[in-house]
């Protein structure tokens, strides 16, 4: 039956395991723990919307808990898949569309090619449906390249905008490396990352507040990370990726008094003077747009620069590719912070841009 992997938000290594031993695809979150192998699809979330691939699924074996984004729910949901879910050890398992057929408290052997806990079957020969949804990750990470580095923003803008969210997570996944640590913040950044974040068997290790999504507490969860970090001397670096509303919201976890050890760590802030996240949803709508600004974008013009300052932590603005891979290659030690003006009126343009170049490049 053509089956999908889908691993959500601490799903672990295992959904990985799954996917590769029975020749499925594995839509894995950033945050699952499941990143990395052949089997992982890139930008999953724009080929479940066509027939051949997310249409042609039958049934979806869920691990961990995927929030991320509308067309996994709606997989979820649909009448003519079958949704399993396997919550090991029992935990509390989601099921948003109350539609999980099979509820399993431990994985079962098979499924991971043992047949008696010992024997490991090798795994699976690539078939025609791996291989469908192989070709169709691959070429639609290459348009997603290809149309970020097209420009900032695209034909017909302007050369002199800022960088783009998903060029600034496209960047910092690719500083990452494996043994280093990404905490990546709710809105935007974790699913840019999602999106763009293609890192074969290079993956990092990907930390997000998924619990309910929240934007606080984020620089504090990151001086967390990075403290226990000190304790771990197998970890490289440890960024995080925040948007600006995020980073602000908890502003005051940078302070840290002189008597307190100071982690390694760099917070990377797309700072687009407000929330964009609003611009791809609902909210966005041209119907919306004379309240949109103040009630959704809500701009606050905040100084970055200045906070940190009164914070003693270094702070550094960059408002091209280029200075941002400057920065992101050399982190220095303590805690600092890299500002990257983002543009945000075009969000939900470059969005569609996207999704339109790979539908085009798959047809
Ligand atoms: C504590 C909390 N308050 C409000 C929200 C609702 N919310 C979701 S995304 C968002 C905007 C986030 O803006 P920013 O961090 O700048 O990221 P962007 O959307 O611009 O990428 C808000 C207010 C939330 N998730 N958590
Ligand atoms: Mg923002």
Same mark, same amino acid.
């Given at each position: 039956?053509?089956t ?5 938000d ?20 950033? *945050? *699952? ?12 979330r ?9 249409g042609?699924?039958? $049934? ?13 729910q709606?997989?979820?949901a649909?009448d ?6 396997i %919550? ?6 989601p ?45 639609a990470?290459?348009?997603?390249? %290809? ?7 695209g ?8 960088v ?8 910092v996944a ?12 709710? *809105?935007?950044?974790?699913?840019d990352?999602?999106l ?25 969860t =990151? ?5 226990a970090?000190?304790?771990?001397p197998?970890?490289? &670096?440890v960024r ?12 005051g976890?940078?302070?840290g008094?002189?008597?307190?050890? $100071? @982690? ?5 802030? %797309?700072?687009?003077?407000?929330? *964009? ?10 119907? &919306?747009a ?8 809500? @701009? &606050?013009g905040?100084?970055?620069?200045s906070?940190?300052?009164?914070y003693?932590?270094r702070?550094?603005?960059?408002r ?9 290659a ?7 912070v ?10 939900? =343009? ?7 170049a ?6």
């Amino acid at each position: 039956m053509p089956t999908a992997v889908v691993a959500g938000d601490g799903a672990g290594p295992v959904a990985r395991r799954i996917a590769e031993v029975n020749g499925w695809p594995l839509l894995a979150e950033p *945050s *699952s723990g499941a990143l990395g192998g052949p089997n992982a699809v890139p930008a999953y979330r724009l080929l479940l919307a066509r027939d051949e691939l997310g249409g042609a699924v039958r $049934r979806a074996v869920v691990l961990g808990r995927p929030t991320l984004s509308r067309p996994v729910q709606a997989l979820l949901a649909r009448d003519d898949v079958e949704v399993l879910v396997i %919550a090991p050890r029992g935990a509390t398992w989601p099921d948003a569309a109350r539609r999980a057929g099979t509820v399993l408290a431990d994985v079962p052997p098979r499924l991971v090619g043992e047949s008696d806990g010992t024997a490991v079957t090798p795994v699976a020969q690539p078939g025609p449906w791996i291989e469908r949804w192989r070709a169709a990750g691959e070429r639609a990470a290459a348009v997603i390249d %290809a149309v970020l580095d097209a420009g900032a923003h695209g034909p017909g803008a302007p050369g002199d905008l800022p960088v783009s969210g998903q060029q600034v997570a496209r960047a910092v996944a690719r500083a990452c490396r494996p043994g280093d640590v990404l905490v990546i913040g709710s *809105s935007n950044p974790v699913r840019d990352l999602d999106l763009v974040g293609a890192w074969g068997d290079a993956a990092p290790t990907v930390l997000a507040n998924r619990g309910l999504a929240g934007i606080d507490g984020t620089v504090s969860t =990151a001086l967390g990370v990075a403290l226990a970090a000190r304790e771990a001397p197998e970890v490289g &670096h440890v960024r995080a990726l925040l948007g600006d509303l995020t980073f602000l919201h908890d502003v005051g976890g940078l302070l840290g008094g002189p008597l307190e050890a $100071r @982690p390694d760590l760099q917070v990377v802030v %797309a700072n687009d003077d407000g929330g *964009s996240i609003f611009a791809t949803l609902e909210h966005g709508a041209a119907e &919306h747009a004379d309240v949109f600004e103040r009630v959704f974008g809500t @701009p &606050h013009g905040a100084d970055l620069g200045s906070l940190c300052a009164g914070y003693g932590v270094r702070h550094v603005l960059v408002r091209d590719k280029d200075e941002l891979a400057v920065a992101l290659a050399t982190p220095g030690p303590g805690v600092s912070v890299v500002e990257v003006a983002v543009d945000r009126t075009r969000r939900r =343009a470059l969005g569609e841009q996207i999704a339109a170049a790979v539908t085009q490049a798959l047809d």
